[in-house]
């Protein structure tokens, strides 16, 4: 920080200083990850944004991922069994908003219920997903029937996600797009901006072009990630 700060005074911070104020931290530094909130710590003395820390000999966990259908699941009390309340739309050629339960030969609907999964039936689990546990990107068999029976159930193979976060975003992004649209009669359109990298500004093009003849836009930058960004009229 020191020696590639743009401002060689370094903010009007004595470094040297800082140095002797966080040395004392080093006693208790039990980990990689102490000491890497130790330095994180002296660098935001500096106040400057866009400025990390990171690095460094950490140990790595293995993790297990969850597999997730792209749904709201809710129990049915009376029965015990799993009910499909709402299917996530996605857009099943982009990997990361892929819905699972939308995926061409997946035969499940909103409404249905989930009689088991893998042969297990739902009805005794005290949580359903403890049974998606490490199926995320796997074949799983789910049975499923409009009614809380066993008689009449279908089966069909869903391949889970391991993240729903992108779906609940497009779903957010689209009721947002559709309520401006509404609203305005079609005279205006929407965007959200979630960031400034490059997935960003992907969703930047991929709804501003499509809308550059409307009246209008709303640029929506709530929740933002990062960046700067200047949006000029649509003439100009």
Request: proline share 4%; aromatic share 10%; no cysteine.
């Amino acid at each position: 920080m020191r020696d590639f700060m743009f401002d060689p005074h370094l903010h009007g911070v004595n470094w040297e200083g800082i140095k002797k104020k966080y040395e004392p931290l080093l006693a208790f530094v039990n980990h990689r990850a102490d000491l890497t909130y130790i330095i994180g710590e002296m660098i935001g003395e500096l106040s400057i944004g866009h400025s990390y820390v990171g690095g460094g000999d950490y140990p790595h966990a293995e993790r297990i991922k969850t597999g997730l259908l792209g749904a709201r699941i809710e129990r049915d009390p009376a029965s015990g069994y799993y009910r499909i309340a709402e299917i996530l739309k996605g857009e099943n050629w982009n990997k990361d908003v892929r819905s699972p339960l939308t995926d061409i030969g997946v035969d499940a609907h909103e409404g249905d219920y989930i009689i088991a999964v893998n042969g297990k039936s739902t009805s005794g689990m005290n949580d359903i997903y403890a049974s998606l546990v490490n199926t995320a990107g796997k074949q799983v068999t789910l049975r499923l029937n409009g009614s809380p029976n066993e008689e009449g159930s279908r089966e069909t193979v869903v391949i889970p996600t391991d993240n729903e976060r992108e779906l609940h975003y497009f779903k957010w992004v689209q009721e947002n797009r559709e309520k401006v649209d509404k609203a305005t009669d079609g005279k205006v359109g929407y965007i959200h901006i979630p960031d400034m990298g490059e997935p960003g500004l992907n969703e930047f093009v991929k709804y501003y072009y499509p809308q550059i003849r409307k009246e209008a836009l709303i640029v929506d930058v709530r929740g933002t990630g990062a960046g700067t960004f200047r949006l000029r009229s649509l003439s100009g």
